[in-house]
């Protein structure tokens, strides 16, 4: 006979490292190990990457490092503590209408945080050799060159990213904390891990991309605005800081068109999207998120 004070019980937690599938849960990692699981990623980028930079100098592709160090780990660690990898890392099919929305959010988005940057370049500015490796990284005087960045600095940088941060690490956060918490205490880590010469910017970038997610219930929403926001800002940094030294901010002019372009591309985003409730949410009670 079973105990009826179990069934109400809720989950089951594990003793492992993740917990019990249950009403209003999915099965995948405890928000403290998925943490450390995406600081070992992100280090292991940083290794990956300095080896290779080491070996081949400043015109090697990133890609090789984000598929070596974030995005075979995440995908075997996911295999591994959940039955479904596309649901619990949200790879989940798109629609054409939010897919627009979403390149015109994250592109006037870009374009307005890059006057907060240059407040934030003068309160906390960026060391003269990680300037200059950021420039070498995304410089484009060849079209060997801007394969190699677009490849790695904004396609596979994007995607493998936000596989970790808004599918990994928020997913996670999300199961136990619900939407807005995850997505805060997500987009800080990426703040402090990303950029911590601008961690306000880079913070509420990553707010963005979290809630694009979120909200559309695909992690592709975010991996294309991310994209957007890496290609431009090369195409800013190539067109701007290399070429002439100049440091960019959108004309004060552009500012209202720049909002208004936002506040329209969000709001169609939002209503075209839906408010897509991941499986593990439905019916669940406190654990579900708001719609918005």
Same mark, same amino acid.
């Given at each position: 006979?079973?105990?009826?004070?179990?069934?109400?019980?809720?989950? *089951?937690?594990?003793?492992?490292?993740?917990?019990?599938?249950?009403?209003?849960?999915?099965?995948?990692?405890?928000?403290?190990?998925?943490?450390?699981? /995406?600081?070992?990623?992100?280090?292991?980028?940083?290794?990956?990457?300095?080896? &290779?930079?080491?070996?081949?100098?400043?015109?090697?592709?990133? %890609?090789?490092?984000?598929?070596?160090?974030?995005?075979?780990?995440?995908?075997?660690? /996911?295999?591994?503590?959940?039955?479904?990898?596309? #649901?619990?890392?949200?790879?989940?099919?798109?629609?054409?209408?939010?897919?627009?929305?979403? *390149?015109? @959010?994250?592109?006037?988005?870009?374009?307005?945080?890059?006057?907060?940057?240059?407040?934030?370049? #003068?309160?906390?500015?960026?060391?003269?050799?990680?300037?200059?490796? =950021?420039?070498?990284?995304?410089?484009?005087?060849?079209?060997?060159?801007? &394969?190699?960045?677009?490849?790695?600095?904004?396609? !596979?940088?994007?995607? !493998?990213?936000?596989?970790?941060?808004?599918?990994?690490?928020?997913?996670?956060?999300?199961?136990?904390?619900?939407?807005?918490?995850?997505? *805060?205490?997500?987009?800080?880590?990426?703040?402090?891990?990303?950029?911590?010469?601008?961690?306000?910017?880079?913070?509420?970038?990553?707010?963005?991309?979290?809630?694009?997610?979120?909200?559309?219930?695909?992690?592709?929403?975010?991996?294309?605005?991310?994209?957007?926001?890496?290609?431009?800002?090369?195409?800013? =940094?190539?067109?701007? !800081? *290399?070429?002439?030294?100049?440091?960019?901010?959108?004309?004060?002019?552009?500012?209202?068109?720049?909002? %208004? @372009?936002?506040?329209?591309?969000?709001?169609?985003?939002?209503? /075209?999207?839906? !408010?897509?409730?991941?499986?593990?949410?439905?019916?669940?009670?406190? /654990?579900?998120?708001?719609?918005?």
């Amino acid at each position: 006979m079973v105990d009826e004070r179990a069934e109400s019980a809720g989950p *089951v937690e594990s003793p492992g490292l993740g917990h019990e599938a249950g009403e209003g849960r999915r099965y995948f990692l405890r928000p403290i190990v998925a943490l450390g699981l /995406t600081l070992a990623c992100y280090v292991a980028l940083q290794v990956v990457a300095a080896v &290779l930079m080491l070996a081949l100098g400043p015109g090697y592709s990133l %890609l090789p490092a984000y598929v070596a160090a974030v995005v075979v780990p995440v995908l075997l660690i /996911t295999r591994e503590h959940s039955p479904s990898v596309k #649901k619990t890392l949200r790879l989940l099919p798109v629609k054409a209408a939010p897919m627009m929305f979403t *390149v015109g @959010v994250c592109f006037s988005f870009i374009l307005l945080q890059y006057n907060i940057a240059g407040l934030m370049e #003068k309160l906390f500015p960026m060391p003269s050799w990680m300037e200059n490796f =950021l420039l070498d990284m995304t410089r484009i005087r060849s079209l060997s060159e801007a &394969l190699r960045v677009v490849s790695g600095v904004v396609l !596979a940088a994007a995607a !493998a990213e936000e596989l970790l941060f808004r599918g990994f690490l928020q997913g996670s956060l999300e199961d136990r904390r619900g939407r807005w918490s995850a997505i *805060v205490l997500t987009s800080l880590v990426f703040a402090v891990l990303h950029d911590p010469w601008r961690l306000v910017p880079v913070f509420f970038i990553g707010v963005l991309l979290g809630y694009l997610a979120s909200r559309g219930g695909s992690v592709y929403y975010s991996m294309v605005g991310h994209a957007v926001t890496n290609g431009t800002s090369v195409a800013g =940094l190539n067109i701007f !800081a *290399v070429e002439s030294g100049a440091e960019f901010s959108l004309p004060w002019p552009l500012i209202p068109v720049m909002v %208004l @372009v936002f506040a329209v591309s969000i709001v169609g985003f939002v209503r /075209t999207a839906g !408010a897509r409730q991941p499986e593990w949410q439905r019916g669940a009670g406190p /654990t579900a998120t708001p719609g918005g």
